[in-house]
């Protein structure tokens, strides 16, 4: 055997019938190995030289699998698991103000938040899915969650006009949040952004207040904008003008911005959005359960803008499946008549890179290269639904589902392997879930 080519022997290698680096873009690596370090990737070598050149402390064989980054859920409530099925059927502001707002109203607590996101966290991480951007209340209670289950979790500060259990006013929000933020300062997988929930729920003074914030703490803003007709018609009345053009007058869209869903965009919408430097996360499932429309996404990818996929949350969808989002936002780009847009490639791109750009990560995660960390699935490709297979790519987005997802690595520690969390206790998400429908089954209607 050569020597060890590492200054140290490597924590884990990984030996997979295909690794799909996602960057770069369209590269499929047959029988090739992930040399993991220290949580960070050391290389990606051919499985022959890798055991050749490298002792691992650990070594896992997965020969009729995908090896491929962690999918990136970029817009999601998680606790809102918690009311899955709810009210279903309903278009967005019947759902929200008559079911959803009434029933937050009575159960909304830290204990609820921290049930229904770990709850999400055990369903995403099955569904490979690694790290994910949430919007919702206590978002310390959110954060004991995703600390035990392991994963990566960007948790919005969340910023309302009106009370909540949470929060008085809108101030109270931005309080209660800034103290979240510094109680999280440091935390190796958590990070927070600020999350103004929508145009037609924030006022004017208060984005001032948000946008003079994210500046101050160089930090990223996360909202909801352009998802039905409702909002726009609702902000032409109130502010004489559509929600993307007083954003923009605000001086809120930018970079550092993360708007989700932009349903209904004008060309010139789609323009500003792009020279703006905003990011997009697509949900598909939650536009069309909702009743809200089929999002132009070919048209901003091809103004440059950064479009990420996301769920929304279980509540809207009902699923945290980010490969149904990705096959579902692929056949829907395709109704315009043109097959070949939105190719299986770009739409793992939304599902991975894309997200982690969104959230600032992508130094550090959304593709497998040397020195990042190391956040990894596995697909199973060995069933008989997923034969004969010639292009691994196009069958992660047309073919595999989240049930074949065999394992999820989050900074090369094992989270979920066949069926089995590392740290969740499945007694107790079947305690959990069985306690709140409960509670909120008076709400079903």
């Known amino acids: 055997m050569e020597s060890n080519i590492f200054n140290s022997d490597p924590d884990l290698v990984i030996e997979a019938r295909w690794v799909i680096p996602v960057r770069p873009g369209g590269v499929v690596m047959e029988h090739a190995a992930v040399i993991v370090h ?26 009729e699998h995908v090896l491929l980054p962690g999918l990136i859920n970029a817009h999601t409530h998680a606790a809102m698991t918690l009311m899955r099925g709810l009210a279903d059927d309903r278009p967005l ?40 951007n949430d919007m919702y209340f206590f978002p310390e209670a959110a954060a004991e969650a995703v600390n035990l289950s392991g994963m990566r979790a960007a948790l919005g500060l969340v910023v309302l006009d009106f009370p909540s259990p949470y929060a008085a006013d809108a101030d109270d929000y931005l309080n209660k949040g800034f103290a979240a933020r510094d109680a999280l300062r440091g935390h190796p997988r958590i990070t927070t952004c600020l999350a103004p929930h929508a145009p037609y729920t924030v006022n004017d003074r208060i984005f001032n207040k948000v946008l003079t914030y994210a500046d101050q703490l160089g930090a990223n803003i996360h909202l909801h904008l352009h998802e039905t007709h409702h909002e726009i018609e609702q902000g032409e009345a109130q502010y004489g003008m559509r929600p993307v053009r007083r954003l923009t007058e605000l001086g809120l869209m930018g970079p550092n911005v993360l708007a989700a869903h932009c349903v209904h965009m004008t060309p010139i919408e789609i323009e500003t959005l792009a020279l703006q430097g905003a990011h997009v996360a697509h949900c598909p499932g939650s536009n069309l359960k ?28 009902n699923r945290l499946d980010m490969f149904a989002e990705m096959r579902l936002a692929a056949l829907l780009a395709k109704a315009s008549g043109d097959a070949e847009v939105l190719p299986a490639m770009q739409v793992l791109e939304m599902a991975t890179i894309n997200g982690a750009r969104a959230l600032g990560m992508d130094d550090n995660i959304g593709s497998l290269e040397h020195g990042k960390l190391a956040d990894m699935i596995a697909v199973d490709f060995s069933a008989i639904e997923m034969q004969p297979c010639y292009d691994p790519i196009s069958h992660l987005v047309y073919v595999a589902g989240r049930e074949h997802v065999s394992h999820a690595w989050v900074a090369g520690e094992l989270c979920y392997e066949r069926g089995i969390h590392a740290h969740i206790d499945p007694a107790e998400l079947k305690e959990i879930a069985t306690l709140w429908q409960g509670r909120l089954k008076p709400f079903h209607q």
């Open 38 to 63: 220290n949580g960070r990737i050391e290389a990606i070598l051919p499985v022959s030289e890798a055991r050749q050149r490298c002792n691992a402390k650990e070594t896992i064989r997965l020969p």
């Open 93 to 132: 502001m019947d759902w929200l103000g008559n079911h959803i707002w009434p029933a937050e109203g009575q159960v909304l607590s830290e204990r609820f938040v921290r049930d229904g996101t770990l709850l999400a966290c055990a369903e995403m991480l099955k569904g490979g899915v690694t790290t994910f």
């Open 290 to 317: 909702l009743g809200s429309g089929i999002a132009p996404v070919a048209d901003m990818l091809a103004a440059g803008i950064n479009v990420a996929l996301g769920s929304d949350g279980a509540a809207s969808n």
